[in-house]
């Protein structure tokens, strides 16, 4: 070591040497930047890159070596031989090339580092001893082979060390270091070298060829070395260009990223190197804390087996995926994943999003939820109800056990809602449902199927003894009062129940029969229970196939249209008939309209039967040989259902018929859903020329209040009135009071029912507008009514008997 001090010291110009060792550090720090561009970019950019690395670490070697030379042995005379110094930088340049492409081969690690290191101490090595090969001067060299032995090794090693280092160059230091290694191996190689050298006198044969001399050989290595400084400008202008722009690359990305709902985060080699804001709100911990940890550190346990799987998979078969996040305070998370390949920084990384699925499970929960439950009372509803009654069967059939299925319906449900609205229709169907819910066991099941209907689903009490006990306190806990906002509303409960297995051996006949149970109890006056029994599932059966042979009533001509005359009060004269549906039916016989007029209310058909009616009165009215007024009556349900203003229009379009030969007969039944919405049909009727007849007068709960809301052309007193004249004096006075009471409103006041001749009498003696019940005529094919009747229906009017009775 002191032997190479020594020559450095002794045998050199140190001014030349201190040039030399400046040119060495500026081609290997040149060199290392070089390198750095390799490793960030693309393919052909790394190539690029690496070539031009070697030719400038190449391009080192060689001026250190001859500005080193031309400071050896000072003031002798010395030339240099062309075609060897030519070779000298081909050996430098080739050797650095092979080195470097050889360290970046995909070989394992530690084998293509000591390859590419031992090249590049060959290149270094070669070049040096070819460059002292070229020299020619007088005398003669001798070698000492240890020297130069142990400055080949020297370079190899340094080589092998900074080509160790030069896995990661992103940091200046790393560069730094990397080309302080990269200078020792030249240097360490040229001064031992040289020290290996000993120039003995004489006289040395001329060189064949041409010979550079040491002037023309100063200006070569300038250019060289300049062409190295301006390399080395050029790099660091490009590198910190680059760096400008990596650095307005990443400000974007992590812009854009910070800007997605998404969390973003890109790792490499499964070390997190970025996060978003999004990021930290799920890790819920800032970025530094969550740059540096291994992705795996990021998941749930339970998830590592799928993120070690997806890391096997080609990234076209990697598709999105649900993971357990876990976030720093032990909070797990249900992500969705996906992830894509990226170049970050010049290196290949992975960018993975996740979705935070947390509100969308919420929300396919809440969805679950409500398919499977009533919204207003958020109990069980139909489709629940069936998943439970089929679970409850299965159990049942298998251990033997019974099952009680409970049909509730409640009473007057309806005129709640129309009285006080449906806001508190729902407030008591919420406080009813807890009731209910409060005389149940836990094991059992309530469900609202629809309306104001509830079903039980009695496993804990299935014998009827015990279900009845149920049932019972049930309807009591529905009778006691409710307090909805502000008022108090009685309602009560009609209960149907049907037990399996004598009931039913499935949920459709289960339902069925508890839904005959209870149709049972409201037909019987409501506010009971009752179980099923046979002849109720018979009474029901012919229920339903009533109501399909009805559906088709219309358009197999099987309704027709009875009439029954209204009279003059005072002459007896036809002043309108009344339309009666009947429905002939071709097996049956004469169906009364009792039966199927409910039937069709509740199934639905009343909208079509009514439109017919009104269009076949109108028609026959049409061809009658007097022009008396037809009346058709229109039923709540019906009033609710069709456009009845648009019915009667068409109909009295259709048949030419005039709108005040057309009387609308009503129950205040239309006024109490929607008492405004009813006023408003009625007044445009009333503009079309149409009159209205108020039916059935004393009956209701309001009629009284109903006369001020609108007003009718008449209202017919019911025949519950009429029936008791001449027996009951009580009778007598409210009949008297309601003739004088349509008077007074200057209405025309109509008595139906009228079967006797007393009766008859007392009406007349009261001044009553008009007549109509079967002592007038039965309902009858309006060809029935024949002029002889006509005249019997006037006699009964004679002056002799209006005489008489007064």
Request: net charge neutral; with cysteine; glycine share 8%.
């Amino acid at each position: 070591m002191l032997k190479v001090l020594g020559c450095v010291v002794h045998d050199h110009d140190l001014r030349l040497v201190a040039l030399s060792a400046v040119i060495c550090v500026l081609g290997c720090l040149t060199t290392t930047t070089l390198f750095a561009r390799a490793t960030k970019g693309a393919r052909r950019s790394h190539d690029l890159c690496l070539a031009s690395a070697a030719v400038v670490f190449g391009c080192s070697i060689w001026s250190l070596h001859f500005v080193a030379m031309l400071a050896f042995m000072p003031g002798q005379k010395m030339a240099y031989d062309v075609g060897l110094t030519g070779l000298s930088i081909v050996v430098a340049i080739g050797g650095s090339s092979l080195a470097l492409f050889a360290w970046k081969t995909p070989a394992v690690r530690s084998g293509r580092v000591a390859l590419a290191g031992i090249l590049l101490g060959l290149a270094i090595s070669g070049m040096h001893y070819v460059g002292v090969a070229a020299m020619t001067f007088s005398g003669f060299l001798v070698f000492d082979h240890a020297y130069v032995v142990a400055s080949v090794a020297i370079s190899i090693l340094f080589s092998v060390i900074a080509l160790a280092r030069a896995s990661e160059l992103s940091t200046v230091s790393r560069r730094i270091e990397v080309g302080s290694w990269l200078a020792l191996a030249i240097c360490g190689l040229h001064f031992t070298g040289m020290t290996a050298i000993t120039i003995a006198p004489g006289t040395a044969e001329a060189a064949d060829g041409v010979v550079l001399g040491t002037t023309r050989l100063a200006v070569v290595v300038g250019g060289v070395s300049l062409a190295i400084l301006v390399a080395s400008l050029v790099a660091v202008m490009v590198e910190h260009q680059q760096s400008r722009r990596s650095l307005r690359d990443m400000g974007r990305m992590r812009l854009m990223s910070n800007l997605a709902q998404e969390v973003l985060f890109i790792h490499r080699d499964g070390v997190v190197l970025e996060v978003n804001s999004a990021g930290e709100r799920l890790f819920k911990a800032p970025a530094d804390d969550i740059i540096g940890r291994p992705v795996m550190s990021l998941f749930a346990k339970d998830s590592a087996p799928a993120l070690i799987r997806r890391e096997r998979c080609p990234p076209m078969d990697r598709r999105p995926e649900e993971m357990d996040f876990l976030s720093v305070d032990g909070t797990h998370v249900t992500v969705e994943l996906s992830c894509q390949p990226i170049d970050y920084l010049g290196k290949p990384a992975t960018v993975v999003a996740l979705r935070d699925l947390t509100d969308r499970k919420r929300d396919e929960a809440r969805i679950r939820h409500l398919a499977r439950h009533d919204a207003l009372t958020n109990l069980p509803n139909r489709f629940n109800l069936q998943e439970r009654l089929d679970i409850a069967l299965d159990t049942a059939a298998q251990t033997g056990a019974a099952i009680a299925l409970v049909y509730i319906d409640l009473d007057r449900f309806k005129p709640v809602n129309d009285l006080y609205g449906h806001a508190a229709g729902d407030a008591l169907l919420v406080q009813a449902s807890k009731r209910i819910l409060g005389e149940i066991h836990a094991v059992d099941s309530l469900a609202r199927i629809g309306g104001d209907e509830f079903v039980m689903i009695l496993t804990s009490q299935p014998q009827p003894e015990k279900a009845s006990v149920v049932a019972t306190r049930v309807i009591e806990a529905l009778r006691r009062p409710f307090q909805v906002e502000g008022h108090r509303v009685e309602i009560g409960a009609s209960v149907g129940i049907a037990l399996y297995p004598q009931d039913g051996a499935d949920a459709d006949a289960l339902m069925r029969s508890a839904d005959a149970a209870m149709y049972r109890v409201k037909q019987e006056g409501r506010g009971a229970l009752r179980f099923f029994e046979a002849s109720m599932n018979a009474q029901l059966q012919a229920r339903l196939l009533l109501g399909q042979e009805l559906a088709h009533a219309v358009e197999r001509g099987e309704l027709v249209l009875h009439y029954q005359p209204i009279v003059n009060g005072v002459t007896g004269e036809v002043e309108t008939f009344e339309a009666l549906i009947r429905w002939m039916h071709p097996t049956r016989g004469m169906v009364p309209p009792i039966q199927f007029i409910p039937l069709a209310e509740e199934t639905g058909l009343i909208d079509g039967i009514g439109r017919w009616v009104i269009d076949t009165a109108c028609r026959e009215a049409a061809g009658w040989p007097h022009p008396w007024r037809v009346s058709v009556n229109v039923s709540p349900k019906q009033f609710r259902q069709t456009d009845v203003c648009a019915a009667i229009g068409d109909a009295l379009e259709a048949n030419g018929i005039e709108p005040a030969r057309v009387v609308v007969e009503v129950t205040e039944g239309i006024l109490i859903d929607d008492a405004d919405k009813a006023v408003a049909i009625l007044n445009r009727l009333r503009e079309m020329g149409v009159r209205i007849a108020l039916d059935d007068f004393g009956t209701g709960y309001s009629s009284l209040s109903y006369l001020q809301l609108f007003q009718f052309d008449k209202f017919k007193i019911d025949k519950s009135f009429v029936n008791r004249l001449g027996e009951d004096d009580r009778a007598l006075t409210l009949t008297r009071t309601i003739v004088n009471l349509g008077h007074n409103l200057g209405l025309q006041v109509t008595a139906e029912g009228v079967e006797t001749q007393a009766q008859l009498d007392v009406l007349r003696s009261l001044g009553c507008d008009q007549i109509q019940g079967y002592l007038v005529a039965r309902p009858a094919p309006i060809d029935a009514f024949t002029d002889l009747d006509r005249l019997r229906t006037k006699a009964l009017f004679g002056r002799e008997r209006a005489r008489l009775t007064a």
